[in-house]
């Protein structure tokens, strides 16, 4: 709430505290402006057309052979020079979780429907009216006064709606989202064998570890010692564990929320063909928010390394973590990485990584939900 101040409301909600931030554009080469401020009303996708402006790049109407969407968009190419410029933008519309707003002219009509509640009942949801221009932090409900308002923006929210495909409003809770089934590319398995050079596999398609026994397994070729890199990595720096070589050492790390817990190998690993470097985890306990086990480190089947860690319960990201072989792209698990990004594995050649969950899996959908809100 105070780093949103002084706008109202915070993320989740369509009040400008969830939905204002600041956008800073630096283009020395482009502009002679410099440390000004501009009011024109723009949105976030805006920034692609505008790239595509100054590049004098036109958007294609196909892709190999696809039909592109056409961008909602508007360049903000026009304010960088003239503050007076006038906004192309009339007509911004917002819809999360069951909160709504639209914003029209200067004029701003928002629900107060509270999001994630299971609530329903949207035809009896309070819009409130601002008038934007003149009170951006939203501290003068003019629906009373300006009802024909009200009536025009609410109207426009649903064209806006439709044509948007924001129908039918949902606002179910946690729970009811985490326990209502989900498409699946393959059936839950025991054992998940992942090669290098593809793309990442998204978490929500990919093995499940948490809160489970499990073992990752890499056969990997290393002619000569010096080989360093990811070898298996699942998460980001919010949550998720990697094993990786560095130093000559089997590195393995457990974010836990952003704690990081690490184990290293005792042993130089060594040269060879079809070695296997793994990390074992074998569960002790459960506990309310985490599960509790050793984790230990194999070259083959010598253990050069063990540690008690603990894992968490709930899903690496909101949107769903990448499971990566041979690199790590985005937000790493862990800055130890060796190398620089994408920390892509050298010195040897990864043939497979395999990841047994032949363990019980955890299931408790509804603490997963609470503790995806706590994180939130």
């Known amino acids: 709430m105070a780093f949103n101040t002084p706008f109202k409301m915070w993320k989740r909600y369509e009040f400008n505290g969830g939905t204002c931030d600041p956008c800073i554009i630096s283009w020395p080469a482009g502009t002679s402006v410099r440390g000004e401020i501009r009011d024109q009303y723009h949105h976030a996708i805006d920034i692609v057309p505008t790239i595509l402006d100054v590049l004098g790049v036109e958007a294609p109407e196909t892709i190999k052979g696809h039909v592109q969407a056409p961008f909602d968009g508007m360049s903000m190419r026009a304010s960088l020079d003239d503050a007076a410029a006038a906004s192309p933008r009339k007509t911004q519309f917002y819809s999360m979780l069951g909160s709504r707003s639209i914003w029209h002219e200067g004029w701003k009509a928002v629900t107060t429907h509270p999001t994630v509640s299971g609530w329903g009942h949207f035809n009896d949801d309070e819009w409130e009216l601002y008038h934007t221009d003149v009170d951006r932090a939203e501290t003068r409900n003019l629906a009373a006064e300006r009802p024909d308002k009200v009536r025009e923006l609410v109207n426009l929210w649903f064209c806006e709606a439709g044509a948007n495909a924001a129908l039918p409003l949902d606002d179910r809770s946690a729970v009811e989202i985490f326990n209502t089934p989900r498409p699946q590319l393959i059936a839950p398995r025991a054992r998940y064998v992942y090669r290098p050079g593809t793309a990442p596999i998204s978490e929500w398609q990919a093995v499940n570890t948490k809160g489970r026994s499990f073992v990752i397994g890499a056969l990997v070729d290393i002619p000569a010692p010096g080989a ?84 968490q319960l709930g899903a690496y990201a909101i949107a769903g973590a990448g499971l990566y072989v041979g690199r790590h792209n985005g937000e790493p698990v862990t800055d130890d990485y060796p190398g620089q990004p994408p920390y892509t594995f050298t010195g040897g050649t990864i043939d497979r990584v395999a990841v047994d969950v032949s363990g019980d899996p955890y299931m408790d959908l509804e603490r997963e939900a609470a503790l995806m809100i706590m994180r939130e």
């Open 228 to 311: 360093e890199g990811v070898l298996f990595a699942f998460g980001s720096r919010f949550g998720g564990h990697a094993l990786y070589l560095k130093n000559n050492r089997l590195h393995y790390v457990n974010n836990f929320v952003g704690t990081e817990q690490h184990v290293v190998g005792t042993e130089d690993v060594p040269a060879g063909h079809n070695l296997i470097l793994s990390a074992s985890f074998d569960k002790e306990s459960l506990e309310a928010d985490h599960a509790t086990g050793i984790l230990s480190l194999y070259h083959a089947d010598h253990k050069v390394g063990e540690a008690r860690i603990k894992t």
